[in-house]
């Protein structure tokens, strides 16, 4: 039952009684219109074990590389795609191992730690904060590659998804799979839900996001996406802070991957 002469001070929506957060906007109560907290518990990692879980993960980046190209090898017709489907998944067994060691096995609540759980906003919210962060990394992107062509530097221009990466014929559901969904997950587990999400509470969340963002773009290892990567890491982990969960920001990363493997299909 909804207290008629309580509501958020940011979004004017009706609060039950003893509500924390505004169920419209996400917003903490009591705090006035301020910028939440992606979760008011405390996890049991810290910023110690955050930055051993990216040296191991950064560590197994090169062993995924040597996997991948040996498995690749074994099919020599569709080498690059292999080889591709196959460094996502070791990347991500190394992005899930290095989450569970460095910080989930001292959970005991591991889903509810990461923040893979019900967003605390509206769906309505919670879809326009996906769909906006979708089209605010896509316009990002398009707007640096039109600055770099302008100014014509061609190491720091955007790398599209090369053909060669992509299963021919019906084979692209391999690849969807696997950096429209695979990728998403393993990512935003990563870097939002255990590194975001352990630095919150001892930095803040505007300089949480940031530099969040930031590691998330240098792990990508180019430098024609680090500029882009850093803007879609500044959209999700806002989106992430906003909603409380991990489930908007999938959604968001995966949208975008699956339409830049689609337009590289359809020859855009």
Known sequence: MTN???KCPSC???LAQGDQFCTGCGARQG???VFPEADPEEVPWTVLHITGGLFLFLGLLF????VARGAGRLYPSQEPALEAWVAVHALAVSALGTVWLMGLRHSDSQLRALRLVRPRTTVPATAALAVGALGFSIGATFLYGLVVDQLGIEALRPREVEAELIFPGAGILLTLQALALITPISEEVLFRGFVL???LQSIGAGPAVV???LVFAAFHLDPGTVIPIFFTGLALGFVYV???SLWPCIAAHAGQNALAL???RAGL
């Not at 062993?63 to 040597?66: D, E, G, H, R, T």
């Open 4 to 6: 008629s002469d309580s």
């Open 12 to 14: 004017g929506y009706a």
């Open 31 to 33: 705090e006035g219109p």
């Open 63 to 66: 062993v995924s590389a040597l």
């Open 197 to 199: 999400r352990g630095v």
């Open 211 to 213: 530099g969040t963002a």
């Open 242 to 244: 906003k909603t409380g």
């Open 262 to 264: 689609l337009a590289v």
